[in-house]
Structures are given as structure tokens and as C-alpha cells.
């Protein structure tokens, strides 16, 4: 939206628009963590008892694997 910020409905919206665009979500997200990201993971997770939807996460751990992973080169 180009409209300035009115509410937090306008992240909502985005959220719903990206789940119903997309057939699967790859998401950097560490749930010890939170932060905004949370609310669109949350959002996966509902649609995702609806229907048929992946949702694959990369978090903190994951980072760190593939950053040791470069050094060993």
C-alpha cells in the first residue's frame, strides 16, 4: 500500500496477502526470539490447518551451521 500507516490492519492485510499469493513460506524467524516476523508465522500457522501449505523456517541455528560450514572451506 502507498498509503501511510493508519493501523495495524494494514499489516494484517499484507500478512494475508502473502499467504494467499504464495504456495509456501521460507521465513527467518527464531521463535525464542520473536520480533515482527512472528505475526506473519502465526498468520502461516492458521492458514496452514486450512489448507495444504509449507512453511519452512531459518533461524539463528541455522545461521550459525552455515556459517561454520563456509569457515571448513
Not at 3 to 26: M, T, V
Request: with cysteine; net charge negative; hydrophobic share 30%.
Amino acid at each position: 500500500s502507498e498509503r501511510p500507516y493508519e493501523g495495524p490492519w494494514q499489516f494484517r492485510n499484507k500478512n494475508a496477502f502473502i499467504l494467499h499469493k504464495s504456495d509456501c513460506l521460507l521465513i527467518m524467524f527464531d521463535e525464542e526470539k520473536g520480533g515482527s516476523p512472528k505475526y506473519l508465522y502465526e498468520e502461516a500457522r492458521k492458514h496452514q490447518e486450512k489448507t495444504p501449505y509449507d512453511i519452512r523456517t531459518i533461524d539463528f541455528y541455522d545461521l550459525q551451521m552455515m556459517a561454520e560450514e563456509e569457515e571448513g572451506f
